[in-house]
């Protein structure tokens, strides 16, 4: 049998797809993390299920249990908003269900950083994910320094209570960013803020710091996309690259790889 991997809504219960809606109907039982939530959804869908609880930190055993029912019949995973396994349960279960030789089948669907990202005016076309960012300072800032000299834009998700400790480190570990947060999307009170890490305060009102939100950076300004990378055919490229990039004469950039090249001995030159 199998077990279907199916988003639900994040605030606006429109954004349900037709086919996770046939697919909740169609299965013989629904995998959620919190069960009234997820009836609450499927009355609201006009559907009555057997609803099997999967939540942390309970995941591991009861993904065994689960396992061996899908060994019999279709089960549909859902989480409590957005899709299952982002930053929710549901890799344990996948990886379980994997294993055993059940078919695993995702359907396309509503999660938060997506939108998040496509709106923030933030460059989309390389990020990472990074789910939440450690709770403590000390172990926050180390994660942010990992981060700091990579190109890519970073997005995040964090509560309200710790938004505003997770920009002032961000601002200390990765400088002065572009940044963008995305609060209650989809919802009543959705709300898009674009600024600067050094500018925060400002982007930060009250009713900034209420509900959920994903939080979007931009990547190291000082490492160019791997599609901006420049051609260099011959040393003139180089030397062209460096007085253009980095106001690098000639004469400078010979003496560097002239010392490189003394460091390195004979035959370890590059
Ligand atoms: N599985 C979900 C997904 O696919 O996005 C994420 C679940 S995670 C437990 C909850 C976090 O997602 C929130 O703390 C917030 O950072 C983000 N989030 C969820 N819904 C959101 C919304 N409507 N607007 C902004 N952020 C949201």
Same mark, same amino acid.
């Given at each position: 049998m199998a077990l279907y991997i199916v988003p639900t809504p994040i605030? %606006?219960?429109?954004?349900? #797809?037709? =086919?996770?809606?046939? !697919?909740?109907? =169609? +299965?013989?039982? +629904?995998?959620?993390? $919190? #069960?009234?939530? &997820?009836?609450k959804l499927l009355s609201h869908l006009g559907i009555g299920k057997r609803i099997v609880s999967h939540y942390r930190p309970k995941?591991?055993?009861?993904?065994?249990?689960? +396992?061996?029912m899908l060994k019999k019949q279709d089960g549909a995973l859902v989480s409590d908003s957005g899709t299952p396994g982002i930053s929710d349960p549901g890799f344990t279960l996948v990886r379980k269900a994997i294993a055993a030789g059940i078919a695993v089948i995702p359907l396309p669907g509503p999660t938060a950083f997506v939108p998040a990202l496509v709106a923030s005016g933030i460059d989309p076309r390389r990020f990472l994910f990074l789910g939440f960012p450690p709770r403590h300072r000390g172990e926050r800032r180390r994660f942010l320094k990992t981060l700091s000299p990579l190109p890519y834009t970073l997005v995040l998700y964090e509560s309200p209570q710790r938004l505003g400790s997770l920009l002032q480190d961000a601002f200390a570990v990765l400088g002065d960013r572009d940044f963008a947060l995305a609060r209650e999307i989809s919802k009543k009170h959705e709300r898009i803020v674009r600024s600067r890490l050094g500018s925060r305060q400002a982007a930060l009102q009250e009713e900034t710091l209420l509900g959920e939100m994903v939080v979007v950076i931009?990547?190291?300004?000082?490492?160019?996309?791997?599609?901006?990378?420049?051609?260099?055919? %011959? &040393?003139?490229?180089?030397? $062209?690259?460096?007085r253009q990039r980095f106001g690098m004469? /000639? %004469?400078?950039? /010979? *003496?560097?790889? !002239? /010392? *490189?090249?003394? /460091?390195?001995?004979?035959?370890?030159?590059r």
């Open positions: 605030g %606006n219960l429109g954004d349900i #797809t037709r =086919r996770a809606a046939e !697919m909740l109907s =169609r +299965v013989d039982f +629904v995998i959620a993390e $919190d #069960t009234r939530r &997820t009836r995941e591991e055993t009861q993904a065994d249990r689960i +396992v061996a931009a990547g190291s300004p000082g490492c160019a996309q791997a599609e901006e990378a420049p051609l260099l055919e %011959n &040393t003139d490229d180089l030397y $062209d690259f460096f004469g /000639k %004469n400078a950039l /010979k *003496k560097i790889l !002239m /010392k *490189k090249r003394a /460091k390195s001995g004979p035959g370890h030159e």
